[in-house]
């Protein structure tokens, strides 16, 4: 199972938004509404931002949204700050079943 | 509160085999499955497998196939999970999770295996 595709590094100034592209096949982010986002800073264990494409956990900032269309996942962030910069990991369940990641992205707050 | 708390540091050598834990808490154990993730240093994410803390049945990747096993002591809220035949391309951090099949919202504060001769 290959990892979902990421682009490896994103940047944005504070307060613009960002989006952030995952991108698998119709056997995992396009066959099921199972995709979630993970932010890791540094050090850190992941933490759940997004679930099943676009549900965001209690405590989660509403500046992080979540979308799908077709075989892409997209991750959102509006009115960036300083602390979001830190690594986003996509994954989906696929039809195996099993789980896959993203290979992950880099975010720069510049 | 939620927590998964993770066994220690681990160094093996080549064609060791290791047991890491992670004892959950705070929580239904039988509510949610646990999850084992890697990650290599300065790499991305790896899923290894899932273990459904209520029945014991798994799922692993195809890359651990063979090499890896799963397992659950309920009575004291333990899984285990525990890989064979080390190489060095396993020293890694390995984290538990909390979770449904699909997401999981919990992690625990992973722990290093060093490969090693």
């Known amino acids: 199972q290959s990892a979902l595709a990421q682009p490896a590094s994103v940047s944005g100034s504070p307060g613009q938004s960002i989006t952030i592209s995952c991108t698998g096949t119709?056997?995992?982010?396009?066959?099921?509404?199972?995709v979630s986002w993970y932010q890791q800073h540094p050090g850190k264990a992941p933490k759940l931002i997004i679930y099943d494409v676009f549900y965001r956990p209690s405590g989660v900032s509403n500046r992080f949204s979540g979308s799908k269309s077709g075989n892409t996942a997209s991750l959102t962030i509006s009115g960036l700050q300083a602390e979001d910069e830190a690594d986003y990991y996509c994954?989906?369940?696929?039809?195996?079943?099993?789980?896959?990641f993203g290979g992950g992205t880099k975010l720069t707050v510049l | 509160q939620v927590q998964l708390v993770q066994s220690g540091a681990e160094v093996k050598t080549p064609g060791a085999s290791v047991r890491v834990s992670c004892k959950a808490s705070g929580y239904p154990f039988h509510n949610f499955h646990i999850h084992w993730v890697r990650q290599a240093p300065g790499q991305g994410l790896e899923w290894i497998g899932i273990i459904n803390t209520l029945s014991a049945s798994t799922k692993n990747a195809q890359n651990f196939q063979g090499r890896v096993s799963l397992t659950r002591d309920t009575s004291t809220t333990t899984v285990y999970m525990e890989l064979s035949n080390l190489r060095s391309d396993d020293t890694a951090l390995y984290y538990c999770?909390?979770?449904?099949?699909?997401?999981?919202?919990?992690w625990g504060q992973g722990t290093l295996l060093t490969v090693s001769s």
């Open positions: 999770a909390r979770g449904t099949w699909y997401s999981d919202d919990y």
């Open positions: 994954s989906s369940y696929t039809s195996r079943p099993t789980v896959v």
């Open positions: 119709s056997s995992d982010v396009g066959g099921y509404n199972y």
